[in-house]
């Protein structure tokens, strides 16, 4: 399975952004999604999960209301819809998969990584 972010960037504190996650090599209908990050210094964050059905929706806590996850199973991808942004949302955005996986909030459940994309919010 392979995961690929895109949708990364330089915005300013109060915008929007979507970023994306194209899967390929395995069913993307059974798999479980879920979008981490990782800012300079910390640990992997949990952000937003999909069971494997999409019936399913879990999210961090200290990001609800701001983001949004999403996917087309038509085009194998899943979005993390992020609004409102402030810089203490600076990090490496990742995608996750789990094959029949839950919406967990746990990493060490993922079994497939993508390789991260950068969001920067400037003040």
């Known amino acids: 399975v392979q995961l690929v972010e895109s949708g990364g960037g330089l915005v300013q504190a109060g915008d929007s952004l979507r970023l994306s996650c194209t899967v390929s090599g395995r069913l993307f209908s059974r798999l479980a999604m879920g979008w981490f990050r990782q800012a300079p210094g910390k640990e992997r964050e949990f952000v937003a999960a999909f069971n494997w059905s999409g019936a399913i929706t879990n999210y961090a806590d200290s990001l609800k209301g701001r983001v949004t996850i999403s996917r087309d199973n038509t085009k194998n991808t899943v979005y993390l819809r992020m609004i409102s942004l402030r810089p203490e949302d600076t990090a490496v955005y990742y995608c996750?998969?789990?094959?029949?996986?839950?919406?967990?909030?746990?990493?060490?459940?993922?079994?497939?990584w993508g390789q991260g994309t950068q969001v920067t919010v400037s003040s």
């Open positions: 996750a998969a789990d094959t029949f996986g839950g919406a967990t909030m746990k990493a060490a459940e993922y079994d497939y």
